[in-house]
């Protein structure tokens, strides 16, 4: 796959499985390709997540991978509802309600 031009969601899902070494082995190898092909987006956010996959472990906070996993897993969730959020207009309410009519 040709290089990303900006990190998506599942760009750093997979930055985040690959730093904790969840992926299957073909997945592993087909990002370890792209990384060869000189992706800079997907390279920052694996060094990222490594990041502060070292921090953690310095922290003494080693936990089992599972919970690790989870718990990346779920800052990533949140920065997509964040985004989302900001993403989407304010929805307003319903026209259709019925309530607005006049003359009843
Ligand atoms: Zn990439």
Redo the contacts with the bound molecule.
Sequence with gaps: ?P??LRLTDE?AESAALYALGLLSKSERSSIER?LAEG?S??QTEISRCGDSLALWSQQGAVAPRASLRQKLLQSIRERQVTSAKANSPILLPSAHSGRLKRGQ
Excluded: G
Aim: hydrophobic letters at 40%.
């Design positions: 796959m290089p990303h760009i792209h992706c987006v997907c």
